[in-house]
């Protein structure tokens, strides 16, 4: 029997996850929780085989909630449960302990080969996941990886934690004018023209965990 929890602050999700699996005889679902706090309070008295985790938790972030319960529950498989397609989120939950990624549209024919190829210790990604990890590799095959000095790396980090220009001068005493010249020249390296997509890519380079 395949011990199931769901973490996932949509009961829409998660009846429909429950819907799929009840008719199965070798799956149960053996609790769902809404946040990442309950989810660590229903492990320290319960810990299943599977987490199916959400990526997106109204309390707590699920790729640091992956590396936490990875951290504590060596055991528990972990896939990603998302309508986010990205590869740097799917390499980050991976590279954070996770078992497989799985998108939100998925059918229930894939979640049962999802669940039985990482119960034998398999990876899983979902076939859309798989495409844009593949299109990420060899986007990055094809662009030279850029070199940063130190200072810029720092404020790279800083824009990941989601400070802005200004909170990013204050902490590293510098002038506004400075920080936003390094900012610059990050978008110019990267050739992108937005904080969202300097970051996807400063993470596809492996800048940022």
């Known amino acids: 029997m395949i011990r199931v929890l769901i973490i996932d602050d949509h009961p829409l999700v998660q009846d429909g996850i429950k819907a799929m699996l009840q008719s199965e005889a070798t799956v149960e679902v053996i609790g769902a929780c809404k946040s990442g706090a309950e989810a660590l ?39 990603g449960l998302t309508s986010i397609n990205e590869a740097g989120m799917i390499t ?13 549209n998925m059918e229930r024919e894939e979640l049962l080969k999802a669940l039985e190829k990482v119960m034998g210790g398999n990876v899983y990604l979902s076939e859309d996941a798989n495409l844009k990890v593949l299109e990420q590799y060899k986007y ?11 200072r810029e790396k720092e404020i790279l980090d800083l824009l990941a934690g989601g ?43 492996g800048f940022l965990d």
């Open 163 to 205: 400070l802005s220009g200004p909170e990013i001068a204050k902490q590293l005493v510098l002038s506004d004018l400075t920080v936003e010249t390094h900012r610059k020249n990050l978008f110019r390296k990267f050739n992108v023209h937005n904080v969202q997509s300097l970051l996807k890519l400063a993470r596809g380079f």
């Open 41 to 79: 309070a229903f492990l320290a008295v319960n810990v299943p085989d599977i987490i199916l985790l959400d990526i997106n938790l109204p309390d707590m972030d699920g790729l640091q909630l992956c590396e936490r319960i990875r951290k504590h529950y060596a055991n528990v498989k972990i896939v």
């Open 92 to 104: 980050g939950l991976l590279q954070r302990g996770g078992n497989g990624y799985l998108l939100k």
């Open 140 to 150: 990055l095959e094809e662009v030279k990886r850029p070199s940063l000095t130190r």
